[in-house]
């Protein structure tokens, strides 16, 4: 695990400090996750719960290529949070679990923008997303209780696949140095590891703010 926050850790400083040599813009997204997560046991299905959280990190836009001026590649390495207590009584009658994660949240989203005005753009983008889990933990107990009973410090490689894939969708509002984003993700891969239980696919609403450090310039069309 210390090498892969290492290797997190290297790729946050290369995208920040090494960007403006090619990046067309780049700047720092944040805001607030909220997860919802499909589970089933053996084909029982179980609640859908949700764990709510926060992230942040680097965000870097570059050209996709000079005849096709509207298009972009828009990628991240976000640091993120989900976390939340609810219910498994479907799975094990009387039972609650509390649930830490810790993701890397690596996005790779194809991007059109449209000029509105001269300092503020529509921006529409779609593409796979990398979640590599880093650390957490997940706590169980029955109602109203507070001693844990079940307590798992390392549910990435025991309970839940290290890395999954997911699909996002999202568009952006951006104006002078700031860009106000809303997107989804759609689970492509199973999170779950082991039996207990069989399916946990997670699905991600993210809203949040960009600020970027190069504001987009829009060139006023002259008419004929």
Request: glycine share 8%; aromatic share 14%; net charge neutral.
């Given at each position: 695990m210390k090498n892969l926050i290492k290797i997190v850790v290297a790729l946050f400083i290369i995208i920040t400090v090494d960007t403006s040599l090619s990046a067309q813009h780049w700047g720092i997204d944040g805001g607030y996750t909220l997860t919802g997560i499909q589970q089933s046991d053996n084909g029982t299905s179980g609640d859908f719960n949700l764990l709510s959280?926060?992230?942040?990190?680097?965000?870097?836009?570059?050209?996709?290529?000079?005849?096709?001026p509207a298009y972009s590649i828009t990628t991240a390495a976000l640091f993120e949070m989900r976390a939340g207590r609810y219910?498994?009584?479907w799975e094990k009658y009387g039972y609650t679990a509390s649930r830490v994660l810790y993701y890397a949240v690596i996005p790779v989203h194809f991007t059109y923008h449209k000029a509105l005005t001269t300092n503020s753009n529509?921006?529409?983008?779609?593409g796979p997303t990398a979640n590599v889990g880093i650390f957490g933990y997940t706590n169980e107990h029955a109602y109203l209780e507070t001693t844990t009973e079940n307590k798992d410090k390392?549910?990435?490689g025991d309970v839940l696949n290290r890395v999954d894939l997911s699909f996002g969708v999202g568009a952006e509002w951006e104006y002078a140095h700031f860009g106000f984003k809303?997107?989804?993700d759609f689970p492509i891969t199973n999170s779950a590891?082991?039996?207990?239980p069989t399916t946990y696919r997670q699905h991600n609403l993210r809203m949040g703010i960009v600020y970027n450090f190069k504001v987009r310039k829009n060139t006023p069309k002259t008419e004929k």
């Amino acid at each position: 695990m210390k090498n892969l926050i290492k290797i997190v850790v290297a790729l946050f400083i290369i995208i920040t400090v090494d960007t403006s040599l090619s990046a067309q813009h780049w700047g720092i997204d944040g805001g607030y996750t909220l997860t919802g997560i499909q589970q089933s046991d053996n084909g029982t299905s179980g609640d859908f719960n949700l764990l709510s959280g926060a992230y942040l990190g680097p965000q870097l836009e570059f050209n996709l290529c000079k005849s096709l001026p509207a298009y972009s590649i828009t990628t991240a390495a976000l640091f993120e949070m989900r976390a939340g207590r609810y219910n498994i009584d479907w799975e094990k009658y009387g039972y609650t679990a509390s649930r830490v994660l810790y993701y890397a949240v690596i996005p790779v989203h194809f991007t059109y923008h449209k000029a509105l005005t001269t300092n503020s753009n529509l921006l529409l983008f779609a593409g796979p997303t990398a979640n590599v889990g880093i650390f957490g933990y997940t706590n169980e107990h029955a109602y109203l209780e507070t001693t844990t009973e079940n307590k798992d410090k390392s549910p990435f490689g025991d309970v839940l696949n290290r890395v999954d894939l997911s699909f996002g969708v999202g568009a952006e509002w951006e104006y002078a140095h700031f860009g106000f984003k809303l997107n989804y993700d759609f689970p492509i891969t199973n999170s779950a590891k082991d039996s207990d239980p069989t399916t946990y696919r997670q699905h991600n609403l993210r809203m949040g703010i960009v600020y970027n450090f190069k504001v987009r310039k829009n060139t006023p069309k002259t008419e004929k």
